[in-house]
């Protein structure tokens, strides 16, 4: 059993997030901290109401420290353009802080040490909707091994919050499988209009 970061309680506002930063920056909780060249926290405007989650950082993001900066953080700031989201106006994280060797997939031990971060940061940021990016990022979240094409296009419901959860492919796929586009593009339109909806009926923080 992977053990979970230690129970802290949670500071309000930019309080919050320097300490979570500070945290995550000297975490040695799992082996993965010794390849790193940095962790990569997030980036983006903490009292965003949308959070953009991927799966783990690669070697651009390793070395800069910021999510998805190479060719699938470009198409993922074109995705969100193309619903009127500058990179600027959402916040961005992974379910890890640090790149796995070879970019291969998190193992359940590394996700079970740094998850609680991820949920740390959900707290501070309360989301009105959560945009999750790949298999991966969504399998974890919602505790399931649904295959993604069968999580998108239908809404659910994340933590104690039960914030609202939109499912789409990740950028580096749709880099390889373009003709998916048209699909992510059906559910960047359904996620747009779910938070529409939530914030016209007053759901919406």
């Known amino acids: 059993t992977p053990a979970m970061a230690p129970p802290v309680a949670p500071l309000a506002g930019e309080d ?14 799992c082996g993965l901290a010794a390849g790193r060249t940095q962790t990569v926290f997030g980036v983006g405007d903490t009292q965003a109401k949308w959070l953009v989650i991927g799966e783990a950082p690669g070697e ?16 993922l700031d074109k995705m969100l353009l193309a619903i009127d989201l500058p ?17 291969r997939d998190p193992r359940p031990d590394e996700v079970g040490c740094c998850l609680p971060y991820l949920t ?8 009105t909707i959560i945009l999750c990016v790949g298999r991966i990022a969504a399998q974890t979240l919602l505790a399931t091994d649904t295959p993604i ?22 950028p580096s796929y749709l880099l390889r499988s373009p003709g998916e ?7 960047l339109k359904f996620a747009r209009r779910t938070f529409e909806e939530l914030t016209a009926t007053g759901s919406a923080r």
């Open 16 to 29: 919050g997030w320097d300490r979570l930063r500070t945290e995550v920056a000297g975490c040695t909780r």
């Open 181 to 187: 586009k048209r699909k992510a593009w059906e559910d």
């Open 120 to 127: 740390r940061q959900i707290a501070l940021l309360r989301p």
């Open 60 to 75: 651009q993001e390793d070395l800069r420290g910021e999510p998805f900066v190479g060719a699938a953080g470009q198409l």
């Open 87 to 103: 990179r600027a106006s959402v916040f961005i994280a992974n379910i890890l802080k640090c790149r796995p060797p070879g970019n």
């Open 149 to 170: 094409g069968r999580l998108r296009g239908q809404l659910h419901r994340y933590g104690p919050l039960q914030t609202p959860l939109v499912v789409t492919y990740h």
